[in-house]
């Protein structure tokens, strides 16, 4: 059971520069986030998804965009990458419908985003 | 929105002695979910406890206990006999119960208060 895993673990950027973050969950969990942490500042919400096909923003959407086409995948995309998006980026998963008791997010290990 | 407030960006503990961290967070409905994780140096976020609002008993688990004054909206995390493997970021998690507009599902986090264990 590999539970959340992200891809890539590491990536430096150009300005500019356009990528894509995979998040895949095992769980059959039905909510999906994508967070960023900064020195200080906690973890911040970015995006989420409450159910296949479905997304929102958080606090800071700015920049990025989501789509969750497939329940297991949620994948956050940056279309012109600026060195205000260096940061670390988790991922995490919740809330599935057979162990509703269990209500705790459980968190890929991260990803360190370096623009450049 | 909610917020979750952490006062205590950094604090120390000696070995084997007791360390409380506090949390205090806001929000307008009386059924919630609250968390403490932990952050290592490798990054990886762990659920050390969780407290369902609609639970007067305050959660346990081993050496990590909380006192849940819901009134107040305060959450602290306490760690008895702290030892070395405790040294991490921690952080205070806030969830909304299903359902209740929104925004509802997001889980919100403070900003984290850094604890060193000493020798």
């Known amino acids: 059971n590999a539970g959340v895993t992200q891809t890539p673990k590491f990536r430096v950027l150009k300005t500019g520069q356009s990528m894509t973050l995979l998040c895949a969950q095992d769980?059959?969990?039905?909510?999906m986030y994508w967070y960023r942490q900064d020195p200080g500042m906690g973890l911040r919400l970015i995006h989420y998804s409450v159910g296949e096909g479905t997304t929102a923003k958080g606090e800071v959407p700015d920049g990025y965009n989501v789509s969750r086409l497939k329940k297991q995948n949620f994948l956050l995309g940056l279309e012109s990458a600026a060195p205000s998006q260096t940061s670390v980026y988790f991922c995490?998963?919740?809330?599935?419908?057979?162990?509703?008791?269990?209500?705790?997010?459980?968190f890929g290990q991260g990803t360190r985003l370096t623009v450049v | 929105a909610q917020t979750v407030t952490q006062s205590q960006p950094e604090m120390s503990v000696q070995e084997a002695e007791t360390v409380t961290l506090s949390c205090t967070y806001d929000?307008?409905?009386?059924?919630?979910?609250l968390f403490w994780y932990k952050q290592p140096p490798s990054r990886q976020m762990i659920l050390v406890i969780r407290?369902?609002?609609?639970?007067?008993q305050n959660a346990t688990e081993n050496r990590f206990s909380v006192n849940f004054q819901k009134a107040a909206k305060s959450f602290s995390l306490k760690i008895s006999d702290s030892q070395l493997g405790d040294a991490a970021m921690y952080f205070c998690a806030y969830r909304s119960p299903r359902g209740t507009g929104a925004g509802s599902y997001q889980l919100t986090f403070g900003k984290g208060t850094k604890l060193s264990v000493i020798p």
């Open positions: 995490a998963s919740s809330y599935s419908r057979r162990s509703h008791i269990r209500t705790e997010a459980f």
């Open positions: 769980m059959n969990h039905e909510y």
């Open positions: 929000t307008s409905e009386s059924d919630y979910y």
């Open positions: 407290q369902e609002a609609y639970k007067q």
